[in-house]
């Protein structure tokens, strides 16, 4: 199983930008497609962003696209989220998962194996 750890929330005015980070260890990390997914008080989680393992092929939220990218390094076993013009809806707990099937394009919560403890994002008016 790989571990993940995530890096980069933080507090920032609604139309600013965050970068999140989230390294990989203790696996080969190209054998695994990577997502975001967020979580606010009282709500589900829910999926934001993935990208299979070659970095080539990306989904999306409803909800993030066009503001929000996801890419991968597979040199530094990292994924990133790069999030521009944020919302305050946009406030929530941040996760990166893996999922073990590299070409898959799921947003089901029960197809990533393995988790980071999140970094949270909080967007002021």
């Known amino acids: 199983q790989v571990q993940l750890v995530e890096s980069g929330g933080g507090l920032v005015q609604a139309g600013g930008s965050l970068r999140l980070s989230c390294a990989a260890s203790?696996?080969?990390?190209?054998?695994?497609?990577m997502g975001w997914f967020r979580q606010a008080p009282g709500m589900e989680r829910e999926f934001v962003a993935g990208?299979?393992?070659?970095?080539?092929?990306?989904n999306y939220a409803d909800s993030v696209e066009g503001r929000f990218t996801i890419s991968r390094d597979n040199v530094k076993n990292t994924v990133y989220l790069q999030m521009n013009n944020l919302k305050r809806e946009d406030t929530a707990m941040y996760y990166c998962?893996?999922?073990?099937?590299?070409?898959?394009?799921?947003?089901?919560?029960?197809?990533?194996?393995?988790w980071g403890q999140g970094t949270q994002v909080t967007v002021s008016s």
């Open positions: 998962a893996a999922d073990q099937r590299p070409w898959g394009m799921s947003m089901r919560v029960a197809d990533f194996g393995s």
């Open positions: 203790g696996g080969t990390f190209s054998d695994y497609r």
């Open positions: 990208v299979t393992w070659s970095g080539t092929i990306t």
